[in-house]
C-alpha cells in the first residue's frame, strides 16, 4: 500500500533521467564544460610547472646561497690553521723535549689571530697535537697525550688521511676540560708537515661553535614560515637556524634519501602537511644542509588560478543550463513525431513513413529512420529466401542420405558374397551398411558429434573397400579432443565419396584417401580429406571455385551424390560466411579438400 507511492515517484525520475532533454542537457554541459576545463586544466598545468620550476630554482639558490656562506664561514676559520706551520709550532713538534719559548710563541700566535680576525669569537680552543704526544692548547698550555683518553685512541683514524682537512662534528674533548660532550662544537682538524721533507709532525684542532652560524645568515630566508637545518654524515641534528620549529623536521628515516645524491629536491607529507624539501652538502665539511617550506606556501599562485578556473567553469555550467531550456523545446517536438513513427514499425507496420518538413539533422534522422525501414523489409525477403535454400538443402540432405545406386551395389556384393559363402565378409558388410545407415539418420537430428560422423565415414570406407579392394587405401587422423564436438550430419562423407570416384576410381593402379581433424589456435575445428589420384585440370578447378563463391550457382560435381557445393552451402548457412570449404588440387597428382567449421560442444 506505501510502496506504490515510492514505485510511481522512482518511475516518473527513470523517464526523467532518460528522457532526450536530460541527454541533452548533458550533452550541452559536456560540450562547452569539456573544453574550458582542458583549457583550464592545461592553463593550470602550465602556470603549475612554471611556479614550480622558478619557485624550485629560486629555493634551490637559496640553499647554495647558505651553503657557500657556511663554506665562507669555514675558510675564515681554516686561516688558523697557518699557526700549524708557523716556525715556533714546527719546533714545538720536532724537539723531544718541550721549551719555554716555543711554547711562549705559540701562546702568542694564538692571541695575534684571534686579534687579527672577526671569525676568531666562533673559535673556543685551539690545540696543536705533535704524533710525538706533545701538545700546545690554547687554554691548558703544555701537556702530553694520555695515550688511554678517548681522543688518543682516536689518533690513528686522524692520521690516517693526513693530508687533508676535515671537519669532525661531536668530538670528544674530556683531553683539555671536564665537559665530554658538546653538540654545538665541531673541530677542524689540520695536518701539520716538516717543509723540506714533508715529514708528518701532527695536527692542530680548532674547536668552532657553530652556533654562531646563524649570525651570519640572518638574511637568508626561505618562504615565510621555510628554515634551514644542518645534519652531519650520521644524520645527527648539528644546528637548527630556526630552534622554533625543532618539531617539524624531517624523521630520521625520511633523511636516507638526502645521501643518495649530493643536492635535490623533493615533496613530503609530514603530520598531515606538504612540504617541499631542497638539499645540499657542504664540500668541506661533508655536511647535509636542508631546507623545508609548506607547499601551499611557495604554490599560492597556482592555487588562485585554480580557483578561477573552477568559478568559471561555474559560471559557464550556468548558462549552459539556461540556454538548454531554450533550445531542446525546439528539437523535441520532431523527435516525439519520429518516436511515434517508431512505436507503429515496432509493432509490425513496416509501410509507416516519416514526412520531411525540415532540412535539419532531424529531418535527416527521418530520412534514415525510412531508409532503415526499407531495408528491413529488404533483410525479412532475403531472410525468407534463405530459408528456402535451407530447405532445399535439407531436401538435399534427405536425398543423398538414401541413395539407391550406392544401396543397390552394396545389396548386390552381399548377394553375390553369400553366393560365394563368404560369411564373415558378409556379416561384416551388413554390419558396416546398418551403421553406415543408422548414423545416416541420426533420428532426424542435424547435428551430431564428431565421433559419429568419423564412425559414418568408417562405415562408408569399409563397404567401398570391398567393392574396390583392389585400388582403394585409406587412412584417418582426426585428434581425440575434437570427437565430442558437434558437426552438421554429412559433412565428411560426401568428400571422401567425391575423392573415391572422381579420384582414386579413374586413376590407374588406384590411390589412398586420408582423413585428417585438428582443432586450431583460434578453436575452430579443420577437416582435410585428400588423396592422391588424377587430380582436376586447372580449368574445370576454377570452374568449381567459381560455383562455391557463387551463392546463386547450381550444385556441382553432381555425380558426387550430395555435391561439394550443397556441403559449402549447409556449413555457410549454419556456420557463418567465413566458414566453408577450400580446394586445392593439382592434375595428376592429387586433391585436397579443406573445411573450417565454428568449434562447438553445445548446439
Not at 548533458?26 to 583550464?40: H, V
Not at 631546507?291 to 588560478?305: F, S, T
Not at 544401396?407 to 554390419?431: F, G, H, P, R, S
Not at 585400388?471 to 558437434?486: F, G, N, T
Request: charged share 25%; with cysteine; proline share 3%.
Amino acid at each position: 500500500m506505501f510502496l506504490q507511492p515510492k514505485k510511481t515517484i522512482l518511475n516518473i525520475v527513470d523517464k526523467l533521467i532518460g528522457s532526450l532533454r536530460a541527454k541533452l542537457l548533458g550533452i550541452f554541459i559536456i560540450m562547452t564544460i569539456l573544453p574550458l576545463s582542458i583549457i583550464g586544466i592545461i592553463s593550470y598545468t602550465k602556470s603549475f610547472s612554471t611556479i614550480w620550476d622558478n619557485t624550485t630554482l629560486s629555493t634551490i639558490q637559496i640553499g647554495e646561497q647558505l651553503n657557500s656562506t657556511i663554506g665562507i664561514f669555514f675558510k675564515d676559520i681554516e686561516k688558523f690553521t697557518e699557526i700549524g706551520y708557523s716556525k715556533s709550532s714546527i719546533t714545538f713538534l720536532r724537539k723531544r723535549f718541550e721549551t719555554y719559548n716555543e711554547a711562549k710563541d705559540i701562546l702568542w700566535l694564538f692571541d695575534m689571530y684571534r686579534h687579527n680576525y672577526s671569525s676568531s669569537k666562533s673559535i673556543k680552543e685551539i690545540i696543536i697535537i705533535g704524533a710525538n704526544g706533545k701538545c700546545m692548547s690554547e687554554r691548558k698550555g703544555f701537556f702530553r697525550l694520555n695515550p688511554r683518553q678517548p681522543f688518543a685512541k682516536n689518533m690513528n683514524s686522524l692520521l690516517a688521511m693526513p693530508e687533508r682537512i676535515r671537519i669532525i662534528s661531536n668530538r670528544d674533548l674530556s683531553y683539555y676540560h671536564n665537559n665530554p660532550y658538546d653538540s654545538r662544537i665541531v673541530s677542524m682538524v689540520a695536518p701539520i708537515f716538516r717543509e723540506m721533507t714533508h715529514e708528518f709532525l701532527g695536527v692542530i684542532i680548532i674547536d668552532v661553535d657553530i652556533s654562531m652560524i646563524p649570525e651570519f645568515c640572518q638574511n637568508i630566508k626561505i618562504g615565510k614560515t621555510g628554515f634551514f637545518y644542518i645534519i652531519d654524515k650520521n644524520k645527527n641534528l648539528l644546528l637548527n637556524l630556526a630552534p622554533n620549529r625543532q618539531r617539524n623536521i624531517l624523521p630520521n628515516y625520511h633523511l636516507n634519501k638526502l645521501f643518495c645524491k649530493s643536492k635535490g629536491s623533493f615533496i613530503e607529507k609530514m603530520r598531515g602537511k606538504n612540504y617541499f624539501i631542497i638539499y645540499n652538502t657542504s664540500q668541506l665539511t661533508g655536511w647535509k644542509i636542508i631546507g623545508q617550506v609548506p607547499l601551499a606556501e611557495i604554490m599560492k599562485e597556482a592555487n588562485q588560478i585554480k580557483n578561477v578556473t573552477i568559478i568559471s567553469i561555474v559560471i559557464c555550467a550556468i548558462c549552459v543550463v539556461l540556454l538548454y531550456f531554450f533550445i531542446s523545446d525546439k528539437l523535441t517536438l520532431p523527435i516525439r513525431n519520429l518516436k511515434e513513427k517508431m512505436k507503429q514499425a515496432a509493432s509490425g507496420n513496416l509501410d509507416v513513413k516519416v514526412a520531411s518538413k525540415n532540412h535539419d539533422e532531424i529531418d535527416s534522422l527521418g530520412i534514415s529512420f525510412n531508409k532503415m525501414i526499407e531495408k528491413i523489409k529488404i533483410l525479412m525477403e532475403n531472410s525468407i529466401l534463405e530459408q528456402k535454400n535451407l530447405k532445399k538443402a535439407e531436401l538435399r540432405t534427405m536425398q543423398a542420405q538414401i541413395n539407391p545406386h550406392f544401396l543397390y551395389n552394396t545389396l548386390d556384393a552381399i548377394v553375390w558374397m553369400a553366393e560365394l559363402k563368404k560369411n564373415e565378409q558378409v556379416i561384416e558388410l551388413v554390419n558396416a551398411l546398418s551403421n553406415f545407415f543408422r548414423i545416416t539418420l541420426s533420428k532426424g537430428k542435424d547435428w551430431i558429434p564428431v565421433k559419429e560422423e568419423v564412425e559414418h565415414i568408417k562405415s562408408y570406407l569399409a563397404i567401398q573397400k570391398i567393392r574396390y579392394r583392389d585400388i582403394l587405401d585409406y587412412e584417418i587422423r582426426v585428434a581425440d579432443e575434437m570427437l565430442d564436438y558437434k558437426i552438421l550430419k554429412l559433412t565428411l562423407q560426401p568428400l571422401v565419396e567425391n575423392a573415391l570416384y572422381h579420384g582414386i576410381k579413374n586413376k590407374r593402379g588406384g590411390g589412398r584417401i586420408i582423413i585428417t581433424g585438428t582443432i586450431n589456435g583460434n578453436g575452430n575445428l579443420n577437416f582435410m580429406v585428400s588423396d592422391d589420384g588424377i587430380g582436376i585440370t586447372p580449368e574445370k578447378l576454377a570452374e568449381i571455385l567459381s560455383g562455391l563463391n557463387d551463392e546463386t550457382a547450381e550444385i556441382i560435381i553432381k555425380e558426387s551424390g550430395f555435391g561439394i557445393k550443397n556441403v559449402n552451402n549447409r556449413i555457410k548457412l549454419y556456420y557463418g560466411k567465413e566458414y566453408g570449404l577450400t580446394i586445392q588440387s593439382k592434375y595428376g597428382k592429387g586433391t585436397a579438400v579443406s573445411i573450417l567449421i565454428r568449434g562447438d560442444l553445445d548446439v
